[in-house]
């Protein structure tokens, strides 16, 4: 993938030398979908940047003014033509519009260069900020899955499940 670059920001493939930045949003995640994603050194983040580097799946998103990478967009083909997206990013830049701005640049990408007709999301009911960003982007709620998925459990092993939304935009919606 080429690099897609906004005002803020530039989306890019992971590389050599972004473990440190990627361990920094990995070692926490914020959201229970990530948790499988968990970092718990430079060694296991350096080996997760290796294998994102082999594919378009995972992009970074970093600061064009200093190159940090602040966190990723990711999306997953279904083919013929719809797309699983989705983000991550560093709870130090939350509140700063950089998961819209790079959300929205992901979309169009999507949408112009690879044909796109479909992007859909899960999000977790709990997850206010995801749904508030999918929203921004036009994106419509297609449904709740009442305990969709289990990605924790409680203190006997039992899987805590949570109720998942879905939502989606057409490019049609889009281009709208």
Avoid at 27 to 32: E, Q
Avoid at 98 to 124: I, M, P, S
């Amino acid at each position: 993938m080429d690099p897609i670059t906004t005002d803020r920001l530039i989306l890019r493939p992971f590389r050599e030398g972004d473990a440190p930045d990627l361990l920094a949003y990995l070692r926490h995640p914020r959201a229970s979908c990530f948790l499988s994603l968990k970092l718990d050194d430079l060694d296991a983040a350096a080996a997760e940047v290796e294998a994102r580097s082999r594919s378009d799946e995972h992009i970074a998103v970093c600061l064009r003014s200093s190159g940090r990478v602040i966190g990723d967009v990711f999306q997953v083909p279904e083919p013929p033509d719809t797309y699983t997206v989705g983000w991550n990013f560093n709870a130090d830049v939350a509140g700063a519009g950089y998961a819209t701005e790079a959300a929205r640049a992901l979309f169009e990408h999507l949408f112009t260069v690879r044909q796109a007709r479909r992007l859909y999301a899960y999000v977790e009911e709990t997850n206010v900020a995801s749904q508030r960003l999918c929203e921004k982007l036009g994106m419509r709620k297609e449904g709740l899955f009442l305990e969709f998925i289990s990605f924790t459990t409680d203190g006997d092993g039992n899987p805590i499940f949570e109720n998942t939304m879905q939502y989606a935009i057409l490019r049609k919606e889009w281009r709208a």
